[in-house]
Every structure is written in structure tokens, then in C-alpha cells.
């Protein structure tokens, strides 16, 4: 069946920098759009990053510029780099798999049918 696995996640000053990890299995990872979601308390999930299967990227505005989505289609494993992190950027981050396998990147909540159990970052002021 399908899983997803996260790591990575952490306590952190900010300014800087945690990289997660989303171990894949189950299914043909290369085939599928990828994305890193996050929930803050009290705040609707959102989509940060993303990446389609042939890695292209989309992000979020609150977080261009300072993560970077990857993915390595030889271990399943995706990544997102997070540097500059922001007191903001306190949340669950979790990983998920599209629906489908079909082109293109998305950040809604709807086009992902899988989800990781989640990894907690705090980043303090």
C-alpha cells in the first residue's frame, strides 16, 4: 500500500535552515506529482511546494524564494530544503502524493489522495 514517510523536522532559531524528507513506497513514485503541505494551530492546511514528474516546481508566495522542493526518483525519497525559516513557518509539514498520475503541479488540498503522518517544525524568535 501506499506510504509516505516524514522526517526532518525540528526546533530551530530563525534564520535557519532544516531540510524534510519524505520517504516514498507502494506505488511508482516517478510517475506521480509530489507537494509538502503545512498546518499551523488554529489554520487551514496549506500547499508550499510542489513538484510534477518531470520536476517542475511550484510554491507558495509565503515561501518562494527561501524552500526548494526536490525529489530523487532512484531512492522515492522528496525533499524540501527550508532556509530562512521564519517564526511563520512553525507547522506540521507533511508530504503527499497526487491523485493521479498526470502532468503538471498543484497546490490544492483536493488533487492528493495520500498523506504522511507529518513532522512538526518550530522555529523561534
Known amino acids: 500500500q501506499v506510504q509516505l514517510v516524514e522526517s526532518g523536522g525540528g526546533s530551530v532559531q530563525a534564520g535557519g535552515s532544516l531540510r524534510l524528507s519524505c520517504a516514498a513506497s507502494?506505488?511508482?513514485?516517478?510517475?506521480?506529482?509530489m507537494g509538502w503541505f503545512r498546518q499551523a494551530p488554529g489554520k487551514e492546511r496549506e500547499g508550499i511546494a510542489t513538484i510534477d514528474r518531470d520536476g517542475r516546481t511550484t510554491y507558495a508566495d509565503s515561501v518562494k524564494g527561501r524552500f526548494t522542493i526536490s525529489r530523487d526518483n532512484t531512492k522515492n525519497i522528496l525533499y524540501l530544503q527550508m532556509n530562512g525559516l521564519k517564526p511563520e513557518d512553525t507547522a506540521m509539514y507533511y508530504c503527499?502524493?497526487?491523485?493521479?498520475?498526470?502532468?503538471?503541479?498543484?497546490?490544492?488540498?483536493?488533487?492528493?489522495?495520500?498523506w504522511g503522518q507529518g513532522t512538526q517544525v518550530t522555529v523561534s524568535s
Open positions: 503527499a502524493r497526487s491523485g493521479g498520475p498526470w502532468y503538471g503541479t498543484s497546490l490544492m488540498e483536493y488533487d492528493y489522495s495520500y
Open positions: 507502494g506505488f511508482n513514485y516517478r510517475a506521480y506529482c
